[in-house]
């Protein structure tokens, strides 16, 4: 079927990226590390959900059970029953055991919370659903150091990639969410002829669907799911690091979009200018992308 495709329909197909060795380790490191993070959630909402059948308390006194703080108190207190024998100074020293600082405030409210009366399971369920907690808590320790790893594998391995200073030019883009750009898009520069290709591609630009007098602009629905994950979070992060992507953010706001619409098109215009920028292996100037005053010219087209 492949050669019969290849024989009648070649211009219809495009090659397959050629994507160097750096690059295609970086793609490696940046999915694994999503995936590591992705787990690492879904163990803590499982943490969660456990002690919502049992021990409310703990819910109060850790909203974030990502917390090395809060892990290490469930971890010595995985009961309501070991929760009411806690001391203050056995609370310290696990507080200074995850490099906490002295804070009386907050080792007297986990006092408080953990000691609030809450309705009970029988001593055998308690005791098996700690054991639960107990297991999901060095899982989730577990995947932490993963995670940490992973990131640290996939900051070394970005670092050495040619395009690295290109993609970290850009406000917004921090080593992950750079490295995890580069793994979806590749450094084939002959892969994307134009950015629309680029932005069709990530989901950013929109399809619009017109027969006759109607006129539908719609979400782009078929799209790489990474790519317009890593593009949602560079716009976001650039509103506090750009004026310009900010002024163009509100200006989305006051025509009527909601947030997300508006971060979809702030993400739009990032891409077109970061393409621009890796065609010709160009820093990003933000003052030129924006058409904001600039101390030094820069060819960026101001249209792309």
């Known amino acids: ?108 409210q986990i006092l408080t ?14 005791m098996a659903l700690g054991h639960a907690v107990t297991g999901l808590i060095a899982v989730i320790i577990a995947m932490q150091a993963a995670v940490a790893q992973l990131q640290q594998a996939m900051s070394e391995e970005f670092d050495q990639h040619p395009l690295m200073p290109v993609l970290r030019s850009a406000p917004g883009l921090g080593p992950v969410l750079a490295a995890r750009i580069l793994a979806e898009t590749g450094d084939d520069p002959a892969r994307f002829t134009t950015a629309a290709g680029l932005r069709a591609y990530a989901g950013t630009a929109p399809v619009t669907r017109a027969s006759g007098r109607s006129r539908r602009v719609t979400a782009r629905h078929v799209r790489n799911k990474r790519l317009a994950d890593a593009c949602h979070w560079w716009a976001f992060a650039a509103l506090t690091r750009s004026p310009g992507a900010r002024a163009h953010y509100d200006r989305r706001r006051a025509a009527g979009d909601h947030h997300n619409a508006a971060l979809r098109n702030l993400a739009n215009k990032l891409l077109g200018r970061l393409w621009w920028c890796l065609q010709n292996n160009h820093l990003w100037d933000d003052a030129n992308a924006w058409n904001l005053p600039a101390t030094h010219p820069c060819p960026l087209p101001l249209d792309t």
């Not at 919370?113 to 308690?126: F, H, K, M, Y």
């Open 113 to 126: 919370d953990l000691r609030t009366s809450a309705l009970r399971q029988p001593g055998p369920v308690e």
């Open 1 to 108: 079927m492949l050669a019969g495709v290849r024989r009648t329909d070649a211009r219809q197909h495009r090659r397959v990226p050629a994507i160097s060795h750096g690059g295609q380790a970086v793609k490696a490191l940046a999915r694994q590390h999503q995936e590591a993070i992705w787990a690492e959630h879904q163990a803590i909402s499982r943490l969660r959900s456990v002690l919502l059948e049992f021990y409310p308390q703990a819910i109060e006194a850790f909203p974030q059970l990502k917390l090395k703080a809060a892990l290490a108190v469930l971890a010595a207190a995985p009961t309501p029953a070991a929760g009411m024998k806690l001391t203050a100074r056995k609370i310290v020293a696990l507080l200074h055991r995850c490099g906490r600082r002295n804070d009386n405030a907050l080792v007297d």
